[in-house]
């Protein structure tokens, strides 16, 4: 189900979103929304770069993998 969320702009700031939003034939709540997930989607998740170089890590690799197995065997205690 779809969220409402007000956000309030200048007049200035309103107008660059609308005139971009226009040219891509979009409505400007589009445009933000999709302008703020493209942003998520690149500041939360790893690139490329970031994964090849952790699969590459094989200490990393080593280490996680035993956190893994500790886990699925419940070793260890939870941290609250």
Do not use: C
Not at 12 to 28: G, L
Request: negative net charge; charged residues 25%; hydrophobic residues 40%.
């Amino acid at each position: 189900m779809p969220n409402t969320v007000t956000l309030t702009l200048s007049d200035d700031i309103y107008a660059m979103f609308s005139i971009y939003a226009k040219t891509h034939n979009r409505s400007v709540a589009n445009l933000i929304e999709t302008a703020a997930l493209r942003y998520l989607q690149a500041h939360e998740y790893a690139d490329e770069f970031e994964t090849a170089e952790i699969d590459g890590n094989n200490p990393l690799q080593a280490a996680l993998q035993r956190a893994w197995q500790d886990a699925k065997e419940r070793k260890g205690r939870r941290v609250p």
